[in-house]
């Protein structure tokens, strides 16, 4: 797994800086030309005195920095969950090999754990390193040495728990960007009524276009940094179980291809 570090830390770093170009370019495009475009008609219409209905435009909503940085953030997460997706999936396709090629009523004895694993040592390195040949070759070494079927089965265990781990400690990334972005909308929030509590003198005049607008941006950074959150977690938990899925049915992979067949003379 050490092999795919650098690789996924290239990956991680593209993918934000991906992010950061696309969204921006949208922004920059779309999104606020057209947000301008709609807050001088207004303006122009409040200035003029005629009534009219404040439009509840998204590219308005859109607008302001905090949504675009939680944007950011929210495919940069998106991109790195689906990263580890596919190799989960890729992990998952090898549950459906016989690796083992063991009939029904054969036996495996301690003498005859290297002719098992070297079918799974000679696979290509990507596979190889993935959880279920390492746990398969963990537990064939440790019948090997140990010639007991209770401390191979403790060494699936450990596999299978180990991995979970290594799993779990890796999605940390996702759940601070979770975090951060409903955070970042607060900092919207704050922004907002700060500015529009420094244009209260205008209110008092009645003028309250600076004040409405203030407001609107602390609204809208809060409801779409909690709208981003919410799908972002929803996200995450389902690559967790997939994740999760993923270890339990290696764990019953060995237990059925593996454990079940291993037998110790005289026992």
Not at 78 to 104: C, H, S
Not at 218 to 233: C, D, E, G, W
Request: charged share 20%; net charge negative.
């Amino acid at each position: 797994m050490n092999r795919q570090l650098p690789f996924e830390l290239i990956y991680q770093i593209g993918a934000l800086i991906i992010s950061i170009i696309l969204v921006h370019l949208v922004y920059v495009t779309i999104i606020r030309p057209n947000a301008d475009a709609i807050l001088e008609t207004q303006a122009e219409l409040a200035a003029q005195g005629e009534e009219f209905v404040q439009d509840r435009s998204l590219y308005v909503v859109l607008r302001d920095y905090e949504q675009e940085s939680c944007f950011i953030l929210m495919f940069w997460a998106v991109a790195i969950m689906g990263f580890k997706g596919r190799a989960a999936l890729a992990e998952r396709k090898l549950l459906n090999e016989d690796f083992m090629q063991i009939t029904d009523g054969l036996s495996i004895l301690p003498e005859d754990t290297r002719e098992y694993a070297r079918p799974i040592q000679a696979l290509p390195d990507e596979q190889r390193e993935a959880l279920l040949p390492r746990t398969l070759l963990a537990a064939l070494h440790r019948f090997s040495s140990t010639r007991n079927v209770q401390d191979v089965s403790e060494a699936v265990k450990s596999a299978c728990d180990a991995e979970s781990d290594r799993l779990d400690s890796e999605l940390s990334m996702v759940r601070y960007i979770a975090w951060a972005i409903p955070s970042i909308g607060f900092i919207g929030t704050v922004r907002g009524i700060g500015e529009a509590l420094g244009q209260a003198y205008k209110a008092v005049s009645g003028d309250i276009a600076g004040v409405t607008t203030s407001l609107g941006v602390a609204f809208n950074s809060t409801f779409i940094a909690l709208v981003i959150s919410i799908v972002l977690m929803f996200l995450m938990h389902q690559l967790q179980h997939f994740q999760e899925r993923l270890v339990l049915d290696t764990h019953t992979y060995c237990d059925q291809r593996l454990l079940r067949h291993l037998q110790v003379r005289g026992s």
